[in-house]
Each structure stands twice: as structure tokens, then as C-alpha cells.
């Protein structure tokens, strides 16, 4: 599938006379990487982006973006990624799209129980959540429809989550079976007092579950990636003066791809919220979480401390796991910059806090102060991430 994405990608570069191209230089310093390590020291990290596209006379286009990286985890290693590389066509009432995009579902803030076709690269020591975001190739089809969107989407192209975390023992990935029946549907309606949209996926989970195996007698981890099944929907409105959203979806998976792998699997989950804008130009935005999970038989001798990391990387350490997160923003200096504090905690999950602070130094310069703070018990989704507290600052020239 790479070569493909790589020949589509010179293709676009190819058309550059007709491309609308951007750039983006960014520079910055971290205080650590999110790798979960106790011992580590600061990062630095430098980044050019390209976005691009370049639309024809007979109605095509292709759209390309791509980054190159001198150090984005923080293992002193380079790294580059294609996230889109896609060309359009348009015959008759249908669009028709092939190629590498960015899947992103849902209407909730930044908490999408449906976004399950998308993937992210979440060690990658990125300001904005959106950047994180890694594409995948496949062929799309969308149709206007009864004041809608209907859309079919395939998959074939499979790429994991990769998790914020060092695991204890060398790692390994199991290669998901029947990537080329990965699929999924959406149906959407938009630009009207009442947003919505139900969709249904049925492919390998992007969110790996560890697996405890032995090479050379020697204990080693397996990334495994079952079948997973979601419906979802999600809708979005105002009400007087507030912003309201809800998002929500169903997941099965079969309990035999779990069997010595879960505590329980996850089973539904719920986003409630509201924004409101206050006097001195303050937005706050408040969100109630609900996940539900089915129990199952617990993994015997060495595999019981492995379902525990599984737990708390699946949202399953209970039952019934439920949570809030609160965002307060403030724009200043007639809106050259603003400053935004999240906190979100989760019953027996931890807690979590953010600050960040950006501010345009002039049009399409802007700088960057970011601090993160992870706590809870050691055994809790936020526990287990408190080595990964961190503030940052940086410095972005273009997008």
C-alpha cells in the first residue's frame, strides 16, 4: 500500500503548477517525552509540514500533506509520514476518493466514542491533538442524499494507535487478519439547526491489547488487534445560549479474541456536553463521560498483570467507568492569543490537567507554552501516565 500512497504523493508534487501549497516550520522544547519513563531528559525537536492541493479541469483533485521530523517521540531518531495523499473524482452525482486520508468522526470535544476508523500516533510530542493524526488508504465513496451525506468507506490499509507508554518487555505486532474487508458506513446532515449523523465500522481495533508470550524463553509482548464492531451516532445544537453535543456508540467484539486479554470488554459509551461563552470573553465547556463494560474471566498466573494494563488502556476498569472534563478558554490582546486550562478526572481513573497558552507574534508566527499533569494511582489510566507530565514551549511558522 506504500508504494501507492508514495506514487500518488509524486503525482500531486508533479501538478505543483496548479497546487495551492502551504508550509509550516515548527520548533520545540520539551521537558520529557511521553514514553512513561521515570528517568528522562529534555527534547528538542524541529518539524517542516506540506499541504497541497491541486485541482484539474475535468473536475479530479488530489490533495497531499506530509511531515518530516528530526526528533518526534523523542527517541533521537528522524521520522516522516504521508498523512494524505488522495485524488478526487466526481462522475455524476457521486465523489469518489482513493487514496491515503485522515479519518476524524465525531461531534463531542475531543472525546469521540465513534471515532474508531482514524488512528494516532500518541507518543508524538505534538502541541495540537489534531497533529497526531496518522492517515490510512483506502476508496471512499460519498453521495448526496435526502438533505444529507451518505458515505461508504473502504479500509485496507491498517495502522495502530501507538500508545503513550514503555512497554516492560520486548514488543511485538500481531498483524490483524482480513485487513481488505475493514469498511465502514456513515450517513450525515450538516449546516442546519440540528447536526447529525449515525455510522456503523467493522474492522481490526485500532487500539492495541497487550498479550503476554515467550520467545527464547524470554517474556515478551504481543500487540494484538481484535475484530471490533461499532455503531454510533452523534448529533449537535444550541439551546439558548448554550452549545450542546452528545456522541455516543455500541462495541462488540467476540469474547473468544479477548480470552486472556480482558477484564472486561467495552460494551457502550456516552459523551454528554454543553459550552457556553461568559462576560470577559470566557468559553466554558463542560463534558460527562459514561462507558460501560461486560465482564469477563480473568487471565490466569503471569497474564492477570498484563488485563490490567488493558484495562486501563481500554476505558475498562470497571464495570460502569464514569468521568468529567471542564475546559476554560480566554482570548487576549484582541485576540492575538489566548489561554485555555482542561481538567479531567475519572472515577478510579486519575486525574488529569493541561495549560496552554498561544499567542501570535505576527500573521502566521505563533509561540507556544504548554504544561501537562497526570496523577492517580499507579494502577489507573492517569497514574499509569504521571512519568509523561511535561511543559513545553515552541515556536510555529505557517499552518
Do not use: C
Request: charged letters at 25%.
Amino acid at each position: 500500500m506504500r508504494p501507492a500512497v508514495l506514487a500518488l504523493g509524486a503525482s500531486l508534487i508533479a501538478s505543483t503548477a496548479h497546487a495551492d501549497i502551504e508550509t509550516s516550520w515548527r520548533v520545540a522544547g520539551w521537558s520529557g517525552d511521553r514514553m512513561s519513563r521515570a528517568e528522562e531528559g529534555p527534547v528538542a525537536n524541529a518539524e517542516a509540514w506540506i499541504r497541497a492541493g491541486a485541482p484539474s479541469s475535468d473536475g479530479a483533485s488530489l490533495r497531499f500533506e506530509a511531515w518530516v521530523a528530526a526528533d518526534p517521540v523523542g527517541h533521537d531518531e528522524a521520522d516522516a509520514d504521508i498523512r494524505e495523499a488522495s485524488i478526487t473524482v466526481t462522475p455524476g452525482p457521486l465523489r469518489l476518493t482513493a487514496g491515503r486520508q485522515v479519518h476524524a468522526w465525531g461531534r463531542s470535544d475531543r472525546i469521540n466514542p465513534t471515532d474508531v476508523i482514524g488512528a494516532r500516533d500518541l507518543r508524538r510530542l505534538t502541541e495540537d491533538d489534531g497533529d497526531n493524526r496518522l492517515g490510512a488508504a483506502g476508496a471512499s465513496a460519498q453521495l448526496d442524499l435526502a438533505g444529507g451525506v451518505a458515505s461508504l468507506h473502504w479500509l485496507p490499509e491498517f495502522r495502530a494507535n501507538r500508545l503513550p507508554i514503555t512497554l516492560p518487555a520486548p514488543e511485538i505486532r500481531d498483524r490483524p487478519g482480513n485487513t481488505e474487508g475493514q469498511f465502514a458506513l456513515r450517513y450525515e446532515r450538516y449546516g442546519q439547526a440540528l447536526d447529525w449523523s449515525i455510522s456503523y465500522a467493522d474492522l481490526a481495533d485500532r487500539t492495541p491489547w497487550l498479550d503476554l508470550g515467550l520467545a527464547a524463553g524470554r517474556p515478551q509482548i504481543i500487540l494484538r488487534h481484535p475484530r471490533l464492531r461499532m455503531l454510533g451516532g452523534d448529533l449537535a445544537t444550541t439551546l439558548g445560549p448554550y452549545g450542546v453535543r452528545a456522541e455516543a456508540a455500541l462495541y462488540h467484539y467476540d469474547r473468544s479474541d479477548l480470552t486472556g486479554l480482558a477484564l472486561r470488554r467495552p460494551r457502550f459509551a456516552l459523551v454528554l456536553g454543553a459550552d457556553r461563552d461568559l462576560p470577559g470573553q470566557l468559553n466554558l465547556n463542560v463534558q460527562t463521560v459514561l462507558r460501560a463494560n461486560d465482564t469477563q474471566p480473568a487471565p490466569p498466573g503471569p497474564k492477570a498483570a498484563t488485563a490490567l494494563r488493558n484495562a486501563a488502556i481500554q476505558y475498562a476498569w470497571r464495570d460502569t467507568v464514569v468521568g468529567a472534563t471542564v475546559r476554560l478558554r480566554k482570548p487576549f490582546a484582541a485576540e492575538r492569543g489566548s489561554v485555555e486550562a482542561t481538567v479531567a478526572a475519572y472515577a478510579g481513573g486519575g486525574t488529569y490537567a493541561q495549560i496552554r497558552l498561544t499567542y501570535a507574534l505576527r500573521d502566521g508566527l505563533r509561540a507556544s507554552l504548554l504544561a501537562e499533569r497526570f496523577a492517580g494511582r499507579s494502577d489507573s489510566l492517569f497514574g499509569r501516565l504521571e512519568d509523561n507530565s511535561l511543559i513545553a514551549v515552541g515556536l510555529r511558522a505557517g499552518f
